[in-house]
């Protein structure tokens, strides 16, 4: 039996090998168009993403993990809610304890938080004042965000008045005006 597949296959040559591949993207495509894919933007430098991007921004040591149904866009999805002791805060009001929510992982953008692990996490407040992250921001294992960890603590030293250096120049439009 074994051996008519084989000649069969044989037979077949390419024709029929990119006919079987063409059939089976097709299928793969109609069965996968109702789920969800993670797509990021850019991710800027730790200065982008701190003014910019982020409404907090800590360190903070993973000691719960929970899982949460939810509606995303009309589809019943499960999010994976974080809780995190902030050891080092940065931007924004982060009390001692804080609830992050973020995707179960996989075609959603959810980070991979692990129990016990130190993380420097880049949130966004919803409406309701809950912190959200995913894989689309900064977010990252302390023992692999020294240059972002320098950036934020030189930023968090420095006092509250600077100085700014440099030529200003005001243009204004004169109707009556004429090139000579």
């Known amino acids: 039996m074994l051996r008519i597949a084989l000649i069969q296959s044989c037979t077949t040559g390419w024709r029929g090998f990119f006919s079987r591949l063409v059939t089976l993207m097709a299928l793969g495509t109609l069965l996968s168009s109702s789920g969800f894919a993670c797509s990021c933007l850019r991710i800027g430098p730790a200065c982008e993403a701190t003014w910019l991007q982020a409404d907090a921004v800590f360190v903070g040591r993973v000691y719960w993990?929970?899982?949460?149904?939810?509606?995303?866009?009309?589809?019943?999805?499960?999010?994976?809610?974080?809780?995190?002791?902030?050891?080092?805060?940065?931007?924004?009001?982060?009390?001692?304890?804080?609830?992050?929510?973020?995707?179960?992982?996989?075609?959603?953008?959810?980070?991979?938080?692990?129990?016990?692990?130190?993380?420097?996490?880049?949130?966004?407040?919803?409406?309701?004042?809950?912190?959200?992250?995913?894989?689309?921001?900064?977010?990252?294992?302390?023992?692999?965000?020294?240059?972002?960890?320098?950036?934020?603590?030189?930023?968090?030293?420095?006092?509250?008045?600077?100085?700014?250096y440099g030529t200003v120049n005001q243009y204004t439009f004169d109707p009556k005006f004429s090139a000579r």
Do not use: M
Not at 88 to 112: A, K, L
């Open 65 to 164: 993990t929970d899982w949460r149904p939810t509606k995303d866009h009309g589809i019943s999805t499960v999010h994976r809610i974080v809780t995190v002791k902030t050891l080092e805060p940065f931007v924004g009001n982060v009390p001692g304890w804080v609830s992050v929510e973020t995707g179960s992982g996989g075609g959603d953008c959810g980070y991979e938080f692990g129990l016990g692990g130190k993380y420097l996490i880049y949130a966004h407040r919803e409406k309701d004042g809950s912190l959200t992250t995913s894989i689309c921001t900064r977010t990252q294992k302390v023992s692999d965000a020294a240059a972002d960890l320098a950036y934020l603590r030189t930023i968090k030293n420095l006092p509250d008045t600077g100085r700014l």
